[in-house]
């Protein structure tokens, strides 16, 4: 095989990521600069503070990336590059550099989108992995499903109607004084916890008519902040582990069914995890053991490929490339940006 080098970079939120992919699979490097420890006083991303942020980065980024893959832009067959869902301000970082430097080298510009990345990155992880399947896609602005048929045609089977699931980790870590981002904060208490301590709600179906592949966690959130404020009004001690503990299991209890039922119709026998919530424990634990007991296989990236990541993108991208889908220099952020969009 004629070896392909792509160069992709990510900054959909906060995170500034440069990597260099060969052939779609291969990690040649794969740099990342997190900006968590300068948002985590306040609680959240910033937009305009990532935006500042990535562009102080960007170029030095990019550069580690080269050096640590031992080639130059010179050798680079494609420029990749998240052009949405995500902040704004962020993506528009990461495309007007993607397209200096495809205008500058004369490269082909790709622009990826940043949900379907995350779940190529199971094709990083796994080199045996081959559509067609079902991923999960779970961060913390996203929750979906999605059927890839092949690597160039993916179908929304469904995502949630307002919070995703990380969201909702985020949110209930925060009124639980766990510092940001608060969703390994909640997976590491609820393993001292009681799964069955609260009988939080689980929205597993849709109303008649409705996608029955559709998410809601709105309802889950505020339950959860009704137990606490209600507890703390009584002067009731709360057990934080159990708390955490059912609220983490009503989330990942509608995860595993839905998923399950994915897969069923789309008449697949693999299913992959993909996204930031991909790294929580008892899901990957859950899914896996329910997977088995259908006869599914289960794929899941590693912590470092769950979070944002330009090996991803790259990884994305070199498919789009093969695909002859380039982009010309007019392509712009796009930030409500939907799955299965170009």
């Not at 291969?26 to 985590?40: D, F, G, K, W």
């Not at 913390?140 to 048929?149: F, N, W």
């Not at 069955?196 to 929205?203: G, K, L, Q, Y």
């Amino acid at each position: 095989m004629t070896q392909s080098l792509t160069l992709a970079l990510e900054t959909s939120c906060d995170e500034t990521s440069a990597a260099v992919v060969m052939n779609g699979r291969t990690i040649l490097s794969n740099i990342i600069s997190s900006q968590v420890p300068t948002h985590q006083k306040f609680g959240g991303v910033v937009p305009e503070i990532a935006s500042r942020k990535h562009i102080e980065t960007v170029i030095t980024v990019v550069d580690q990336a080269l050096a640590e893959a031992g080639t130059t832009l010179a050798d680079v067959n494609a420029i990749g590059v998240t052009y949405g869902p995500g902040l704004v301000g962020a993506l528009l970082v990461g495309v007007a550099t993607a397209k200096a430097l495809s205008f500058a080298l004369n490269k082909p510009l790709i622009g990826v989108n940043h949900l379907e990345g995350h779940i190529f990155a199971n094709f990083l992880a796994h080199r045996e992995l081959e559509p067609p399947f079902v991923a999960l896609v779970v961060s913390g602005g996203h929750t979906s499903l999605v059927h890839l048929k092949d690597y160039n045609e993916l179908v929304l089977l469904g995502q949630t109607r307002d919070d995703a699931a990380g969201e909702a980790f985020d949110k209930i870590a925060r009124v639980m004084n766990f510092p940001y981002p608060g969703g390994p904060y909640i997976d590491n208490a609820a393993k001292q916890g009681n799964p069955s301590a609260i009988a939080f709600p689980r929205a597993f179906s849709g109303k008649a008519g409705e996608n029955k592949f559709a998410f809601s966690f709105s309802g889950l959130k505020s339950a959860v902040l009704n137990h606490l404020n209600s507890a703390a009004q009584r002067g009731e001690t709360i057990s934080i582990p159990d708390v955490a503990a059912s609220f983490q299991a009503a989330v990942v209890d509608v995860l595993i069914m839905k998923t399950i039922a994915a897969a069923e119709h789309a008449g697949v026998n693999q299913i992959v995890l993909a996204g930031g919530v991909a790294a929580n424990s008892s899901l990957k634990t859950e899914l896996a053991l329910a997977a088995g007991k259908q006869g599914l296989t289960l794929f899941y990236p590693p912590p470092v490929l769950c979070t944002d990541n330009a090996a991803m993108i790259a990884c994305r991208a070199h498919y789009q490339y093969l695909a002859g889908e380039f982009a010309d220099l007019n392509l712009n952020a796009v930030p409500s940006l939907k799955l299965g969009c170009r």
